[in-house]
């Protein structure tokens, strides 16, 4: 099946402003390598559906790409950036890594899974929040840190934690 056909079948999930912000990515890259834009191009996917990638997205991308579907759920399952289930409507990813636990990462943790009531991987019974344990973030140097949809928080605090935790909608 070409990509034109799976397109027009299913033009919700893959709409021409989607097409139009990959290929703006695609372009960067040379005529025979399309596949280089495949990071970029499922955060915009994941960005225009619910903050999750489906099997039947990123099989779209692969043949929209050129590449087996296999390198995209590669990609896909490697970065933790990338959903693979429904997620909340916020997302905290709290950094558990050597700089953040010598810092402090598990009372921030704690405190976390008791104000949102869940561990991690799971969102709230609201569908407000999904709390995730991810490797360093590369901002070490505030430790401990957590990344609240895209933005970083560093320094962390049990009170700035609360204010975050307030502040969501
Ligand atoms: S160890 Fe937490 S950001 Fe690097």
Same mark, same amino acid.
């Given at each position: ?17 989607? $097409?139009?912000?990959?290929? $703006?990515?695609?372009?960067?890259? *040379? ?6 834009? /495949? ?20 099989? &779209? ?6 590449? *087996? ?16 289930? *429904? ?15 010598? $810092?402090?990462?598990?009372?921030? /943790? ?21 709390? &995730?344990? /991810? ?8 430790? *401990?840190?957590?990344?609240?949809? $895209? ?19």
């Amino acid at each position: 099946m070409s990509y034109l056909e799976l397109s027009s079948a299913k033009e919700d999930l893959f709409n021409a402003d989607i $097409r139009h912000q990959i290929d $703006r990515w695609v372009l960067k890259f *040379p005529a025979d390598q399309a596949q280089s834009a /495949v990071i970029p191009a499922l955060h915009i996917l994941q960005d225009n559906h619910d903050g999750w990638l489906s099997k039947d997205l990123m099989d &779209k991308l692969a043949i929209y790409l050129g590449m *087996p579907s296999i390198s995209v759920y590669e990609v896909a399952t490697f970065y933790t950036m990338y959903e693979l289930e *429904p997620v909340g409507k916020n997302k905290i990813s709290v950094c558990t890594n050597i700089s953040c636990m010598l $810092r402090g990462s598990e009372e921030i /943790v704690e405190h976390l899974k008791q104000r949102l009531g869940v561990s991690f991987g799971q969102t709230t019974d609201d569908g407000l929040v999904t709390l &995730k344990e /991810v490797e360093c973030l590369g901002a070490c140097c505030g430790a *401990p840190m957590l990344q609240l949809n $895209r933005d970083y928080h560093e320094h962390l605090t049990l009170e700035k934690i609360d204010k975050l935790v307030d502040g969501l909608t």
